[in-house]
């Protein structure tokens, strides 16, 4: 009975983020509108305005990443909802500007393993890298903004917006069908 509530098609798919500096804030509504047009009702919403799981009938979960880790914010959501989430469709999504350096493709592994305590915790459906946006300006601390400058007079990062709307989308509309499978069981 459970597992019928959880995959009633009426139910929105929740896509709910931590974000940093707001890029992430872009790729999740980016995820949401892709899920809207592949037919599912969706909510974007922020982690800390999300307190009951059960209004919905899949979850999608996404943070950025610093210093090598999802936000807290992002973590302390699948550890606090771990039990609604192992029993819903679950994905998740992270932004990380590692993969907006030349040659990411070969940082995707490392990337990827940023992920490895939420699946600790609760396997996802499916998992989207996406690199993100370097402003300079809204790098908290002035020690960082200093390393990035350094990196980007080395070249190893551009400032700007890194995001691929397109595998954002892809990877958005690739969820419908997996967020409405049941694995409840």
Not at 6 to 16: A, E, F
Not at 50 to 67: I, K, P, T
Not at 70 to 93: C, D, G, I, N, T
């Amino acid at each position: 009975m459970m597992a019928d509530a959880m995959l009633d098609p009426g139910r929105p798919v929740l896509v709910t983020y931590a974000t940093g500096s707001g890029s992430t804030t872009g790729v999740a509504e980016a995820v949401g509108r892709a899920l809207t047009q592949a037919g599912a009702a969706v909510q974007v919403r922020p982690v800390q305005a999300v307190r009951d799981l059960s209004l919905y009938r899949a979850v999608v979960v996404g943070g950025a990443v610093q210093r090598g880790q999802w936000l807290p914010e992002a973590m302390q959501f699948v550890r606090k909802h771990q039990a609604a989430l192992s029993r819903m469709p679950f994905a998740a999504f992270l932004v990380c500007i590692t993969l907006a350096m030349p040659g990411a493709e070969r940082y995707r592994p490392m990337v990827a393993g940023y992920l490895e305590p939420v699946r600790q915790l609760v396997r996802p459906v499916s998992e989207g890298l996406f690199a993100g946006v370097l402003d300079l300006g809204k790098v908290p601390s002035a020690a960082d903004r200093l390393k990035f400058r350094l990196s980007v007079a080395l070249g190893v990062w551009k400032e700007g917006d890194h995001r691929d709307w397109g595998a954002i989308h892809r990877w958005g509309t690739s969820l419908e069908p997996l967020l409405a499978q049941d694995n409840a069981g």
